[in-house]
């Protein structure tokens, strides 16, 4: 298995529900927001079923994650308090959003401006 697929040695959500740790094999500490999680979920509802499908989510900036259950051993089903729970976060996707984070999280924003949305409700 190489390293973005190995599972966390520990997966764990903050106490205010707002943040996904990951503490991976080799002592990394991960740490992803549930709005990133939720905006970014590899669900069809948000990525559709080809890339002209994907949809643009705004106004969860107060979304918090409600549940965390393993899938097999290659994922997590997330799933956050306004009802969103059909994300299946693999391993590797959750790595590619941690190395990614800042790029992805930038490119989000510029997307939100671009098409006048907003991570308010």
Do not use: C, N
């Amino acid at each position: 298995m190489t390293e973005a697929t190995l599972p966390p040695q520990e997966i764990r959500v903050t106490p205010d529900r707002r943040t996904l740790v990951l503490v991976q094999p080799e002592g990394r500490r991960d740490e992803l927001s549930a709005e990133m999680l939720r905006v970014m979920s590899p669900s069809a509802e948000v990525q559709g079923h080809s890339p002209d499908q994907r949809k643009t989510v705004g106004g969860k900036i107060e979304v918090a994650i409600a549940s965390v259950a393993p899938i097999g051993h290659y994922a997590v089903r997330i799933g956050f308090d306004d009802g969103h729970d059909t994300g299946i976060f693999t391993w590797g996707y959750l790595a590619d959003l941690a190395r990614e984070k800042d790029s992805r999280w930038q490119a989000y924003l510029d997307e939100l401006q671009a098409k006048g949305l907003r991570r308010e409700r």
